[in-house]
């Protein structure tokens, strides 16, 4: 005896057309989200049934209504699962990158991704020394992380040093880096796809990392090496050429078209 086909749930595809609506598919007022009209007019639907869906599913967290502009917009909890299933897709495919980096450096090299104020390491892969620190799950301040300058690359110079002010200890030393060195960073990293700053934490003596971004070009996390022995400068800029071509390869495997990566000035170079 066959199975019956499932019975498909014409409320739950209603709510789906208009979860797709405030989408955007590209809209010029996707920003500003979309009123209860303009959603019925584009679904052909009755403004009524339009308006109880969407307060049925502000209740569930799957739409906000802005209480000043009373337009609508994708709701916390989508981007919560979002957040969660990209998050673990993310740690998987990055794994075999952060172990070739690993192997080919003999240093631990990680998988890092900005929330707030703070790096939040999700991966590490360490080397093959017996002495390392395991940082998955660890969040550190932002100003303390070498990863930290990949994952602002994309931020304005004044947030960043907003961000600098806000958080920075009382009396704390160069330790962290000048606020000058912090901006030619942040420069290096948009001009040559990588960072080389000074060791915050640990034993390190440097830290390289590239930023790894996501489907739409956006910055989603960072891939970074620590380095743990001295190293002059064109061994450093090596190793920064071959972690911004894992973080690129990265982001092509997260689904960026190849075409969409950033110009570097520097040559990718095989690991």
Not at 48 to 53: E, G, P
Request: charged residues 25%; hydrophobic residues 45%.
């Amino acid at each position: 005896m066959s199975e019956k086909p499932p019975v498909s749930s014409a409320g739950l595809r209603r709510d789906m057309e208009i979860l797709d609506v405030l989408a955007g598919h590209g809209d010029g007022r996707d920003a500003d989200g979309f009123g209860v009209s303009w959603i019925a007019q584009r679904l052909g639907r009755e403004k009524s049934q339009v308006s109880r869906a969407l307060r049925a599913l502000e209740l569930e967290g799957m739409v906000e209504r802005d209480p000043l502009t009373r337009r609508y917009h994708l709701g916390w909890r989508l981007f919560a699962l979002a957040a969660r299933t990209q998050q673990s897709r993310l740690v998987q495919v990055a794994a075999p990158f952060l172990r070739r980096l690993a192997a080919a450096f003999d240093d631990d090299a990680y998988l890092c991704v900005l929330r707030g104020n703070r790096v939040l390491t999700l991966m590490s892969v360490p080397s093959s020394r017996a002495h390392h620190r395991v940082w998955e799950g660890v969040s550190v301040p932002v100003i303390m992380a070498a990863a930290g300058r990949s994952l602002l690359a994309e931020w304005d110079d004044r947030q960043v040093l907003a961000l600098l002010r806000a958080t920075l200890p009382s009396g704390l030393d160069t330790a962290v880096g000048s606020e000058e060195k912090w901006l030619a960073d942040l420069a290096h990293v948009r001009s040559a796809g990588y960072a080389i700053s000074d060791v915050e934490l640990d034993d390190s003596t440097a830290g390289v990392s590239a930023p790894v971004r996501d489907h739409r070009g956006l910055i989603t996390a960072a891939i970074s090496v620590s380095v743990t022995r001295a190293a002059p400068s064109d061994r450093l800029h090596e190793m920064g050429g071959a972690v911004l071509k894992a973080a690129r390869e990265l982001s092509v495997a997260l689904g960026l078209p190849p075409t969409g990566q950033l110009a570097t000035a520097e040559s990718d170079e095989s690991l």
